[in-house]
């Protein structure tokens, strides 16, 4: 107790930022050059983290590697804000198809994490109601549902881009794919309203977090889409993602 006590002081009076390590030792046995080496291998590996701390770290790293896009690995996009991904061929003939088709179809593309490419994942023909089970269960990705309708006056046929993000994916895909949505919508755009002729997209995107939860009801509440018995919109059940909750107030 008498030496531990001390033991500050001691290197106050002798200098403190003169010694550059502090060992602490029980026997000999512990004061030999092998122990020392062991003793800084300790000291530099890194520190025990929480969950939540190296969560943090992952998503740190995973903003880095989003912002700093450039060369041939990735583009800046004039189209619309966000990360600009480069479109490999297969995908952008798929979205231009899904374009001049004119059945219900269903494209989806998901995005390679070393290239940061657009790549096509799938495409088929669908019904609306199989529209939740055709999208990947636990990664990120962007899809473009052409959807028949009659909503109006008239049955039509749009097109709608969708980014489905479950909650159980991978901190990184999900800082990608969050920065790359909203120019991957607006590339998509251009590319179905440069076609001959034009084939129309809706305007607004539509996000889930859930993608089993898409359906033809939930299109009409994300979409604003009007009852056309009442000219009132569909009740808005559904919703993308969901802000967290704030702390609550204190009493």
Known sequence: MLYASTRLTL??????????DSIFATSKEDLTADAYQSHLRHV????????RE???IELRAAERETAS???SRGRTSYIGTGVGLNWSEEAEQAVKELGQGSGSSIVIITVDP???????HSTEDIPIASLGSSLLASEPCYALFSWLHSLGPE?????????SCPPNSPIKNRMIYSSGSTSTFQTAKTILTSLSPPAP???????????????????????GCMDKSGGVPLSATHR???????????R
């Open 114 to 120: 070393q290239s940061e490419t657009l790549i096509l």
């Open 240 to 250: 993308g993602f969901a802000r967290p909750k704030g702390p609550p107030r204190r």
């Open 69 to 71: 896009y450039d060369g």
């Open 54 to 56: 190296q969560e943090m």
């Open 11 to 20: 290197l106050k009076s002798l200098g403190s930022t003169v010694f550059t």
């Open 201 to 223: 997209m809706i305007s607004r995107k539509v996000e889930t977090s859930d993608p089993a939860e898409l359906d033809e009801e939930y299109l009409k509440a994300e979409l």
């Open 155 to 163: 049955a039509k046929r749009e097109i709608i881009f969708i980014y």
């Open 44 to 51: 530099a590996a890194p520190h025990p983290l929480s969950i």
